[in-house]
Structure formats: structure tokens, C-alpha cells
């Protein structure tokens, strides 16, 4: 099995993109999408040195524009694309194991490793998780089994087939960042393409600044994420919502239960209070309304007090 690979960057330190010629003789293919608004010349003179290909996107689509500009150039060349944030540490074995099970796999599929939160040190429970299409309920990874069935996997790592991407088409746009994988996945429920756990591999990730909070017996793990993405998560989670809770009831109390942990947060234990319950209430209402896109276009306003960020949590 051919595997390529599509990494995307938005203002990579040295180190990130140091990374870039390790993973090029890993895979089958590799290329790399610069999401950064100014082409990076770094990363441009890497391409050039080691031949791979490096396509600058600035932005355009956030970070389901980049995979499908990624994907659209892999696939007449492999049989499937592993998706990696620029900042992924990516084990030794990722490669070798993924292309003996993908092998044996269904010609559509979506495949992830366990993800592991590097500042909470734990193992990301959204990709731990099955469903029948009405409920959704953890599971325990059994060690002796090597690939399980679930019900998401995030894009940092994820193997799409050929024939997967050729069934679900291309990731949403419109939702830009933050939730495009969890809605890649749940059309791939709808169209009945298999998402499978590997729990042989682990990949290390971190989402946002994650920072614990003792209260009493209870400890809360707060993301520190920006009052921008805080828009685009509450906006995405009320989309797809609408756009899937008929089908699968399930997304109704997943988000609304994503959503409550969002406000708790950022209630006792963050910073910008003000900024960024205004900016939830602001994904509330372009979610129900359906004003999709970046920033820009739905909040101008807003947008002016942007500063550049990595987008790398899809």
C-alpha cells in the first residue's frame, strides 16, 4: 500500500518544519501546505532541497481548504493520506503499521491512532468512543486487540482512503476550522464509511494550553484556547447540530454537553471573560443562522482583533 502524507503549516518554527525531511522518507509522498498568509520562504526552500511538494494556500478555506487542496494532488499517486499538524510528533512505527493494517482494511476507511494530550497527560476519550447512530458511549481500549471500530477520529493522524475520500468528497469549508473532522466523521456515518481505532499507536498532541484547575476533589482541565476559537466552536457545534441531530441524536447531547464545558472554562478558570462569552454568543447566533466562513466575512468587526494562530485542531 502506497501512503502518502499532508502536513499543513501556519507560521512553523524551524524545529516543525525540521521535522519535514524525516517524514519525507517515511511515507510514499509527501506534501505540505503552507496555510501561512505570506508564503513562507523557509519552508519553500526545503520543497526545493528535498523535492517535496509545497503548495501555498494562505489561509484560504482555514484548514479544510488546505486538506483538500492536499488531498486533491496525493490521491492519483497513493492509496491513502495520513493528515498531520505541523507540530505532530509522529512515532517510528506510525508508518509501518499503518500501511499493514490499512492493507487489510475495507477500500473505504478512515484510520487513526490514540491520541495523547500531552498537557494533560491523557488519552483523548472523543476517539475512544462508539455509537450505533442514536447513542454514543466510551470504550476500553482492549490491548490485545490491535484495530477497534469508533465513532470519530481527529484529523492529527488520521489515514483516509482513496475510496473513502471518492464517498465522503471533500472537508467543509465553510466551517474553516474547529470541528471539521468531527464533521467528516459524522458523514462518514451517514454514508456508512468505517472509522477504526488503532490502539497500537499513540500519537502525541496538544490542544490549546491546557492548564488543570483543582476545585475541592475535582479537577477541570481548561484548554486556554482564544476567543477566536472559541467562535468557531460554538458556531460549528450549533451547525452541525442542526445538521445532523435529526439523524443522530447523539451530536444533540454531544454538543450541547461540549458546549456547557466550554462556558464552565471559561467562567472559573480563564482569562478575557468578557471577550470570549461575547464571541460564543456570536458563534450562537452565525450557527443558527447559518453564516459559515471565517471570521472576516461573518464578523468583520470581530475579525479586526485577530491575531495569527495555529489552526491545527480541525
Known amino acids: 500500500m502506497k501512503l502518502g502524507v499532508l502536513i499543513v503549516l501556519f507560521h512553523p518554527s524551524d524545529a516543525e518544519l525540521g521535522r519535514l525531511q524525516a517524514v519525507q522518507r517515511a511515507c510514499d509522498m509527501l506534501i505540505v501546505v503552507d496555510n501561512t498568509p505570506a508564503p513562507d520562504l523557509r ?3 526545503l520543497a526545493t532541497r528535498d523535492g517535496f511538494t509545497l503548495l501555498h494556500r494562505g489561509n484560504v478555506g482555514g484548514i479544510a481548504g488546505a486538506y483538500n487542496a492536499g488531498l486533491e494532488k496525493l490521491f492519483p499517486h497513493v492509496d491513502a493520506v495520513a493528515l498531520f499538524d505541523q507540530d505532530s510528533t509522529i512515532p517510528e512505527a506510525f508508518f509501518p503499521t499503518m500501511r499493514h493494517i490499512c492493507a487489510e482494511l475495507p477500500e473505504a476507511f478512515l484510520a487513526g ?3 495523547f494530550e500531552e498537557n494533560g497527560q491523557f488519552f483523548l476519550a472523543t476517539v475512544e468512543m462508539r455509537t450505533n447512530g442514536y447513542v454514543i458511549w466510551p470504550f476500553r481500549v482492549n490491548p490485545n486487540v490491535t484495530v ?3 465513532a470519530f477520529l481527529i484529523s492529527s493522524g488520521c489515514v483516509i482512503s482513496r ?3 471518492r464517498v465522503l468528497g471533500q472537508f467543509d469549508e465553510a466551517l474553516f476550522i474547529d470541528h471539521v473532522d468531527v464533521e ?4 462518514a456515518q451517514a454514508l456508512k464509511v468505517p472509522r477504526y481505532l488503532v490502539s497500537s499507536l499513540a500519537l502525541p498532541h496538544r490542544i490549546g494550553a491546557r492548564q488543570p484547575h483543582r476545585f475541592g476533589p475535582f479537577t477541570l482541565m481548561a484548554s486556554n484556547q482564544s476567543w477566536l476559537r472559541r467562535y468557531y466552536n460554538t458556531r460549528n457545534g450549533v451547525r452541525l447540530t442542526l445538521q445532523y441531530g435529526l439523524r443522530f441524536p447523539f451530536v444533540i447531547l454531544l454538543f ?12 472559573l478558570c480563564e482569562r478575557d471573560k468578557r471577550g470570549k462569552f461575547k464571541s460564543m454568543l456570536y458563534g450562537i447566533v452565525d450557527g443558527w443562522l447559518g453564516r459559515l466562513g471565517p471570521i472576516e466575512k461573518t464578523r468583520p468587526c470581530l475579525a479586526a482583533r485577530a491575531n495569527p494562530q495555529n489552526p491545527s485542531n480541525g
Open 43 to 45: 519552508a519553500q526552500a
Open 113 to 115: 491512532p490514540r491520541i
Open 184 to 187: 467528516y466523521s459524522l458523514r
Open 148 to 150: 477497534e471500530r469508533c
Open 256 to 267: 450541547t454537553w461540549l458546549q456547557l464545558r466550554q462556558i464552565v472554562e471559561v467562567a
Open 163 to 165: 475510496e473513502a475520500f
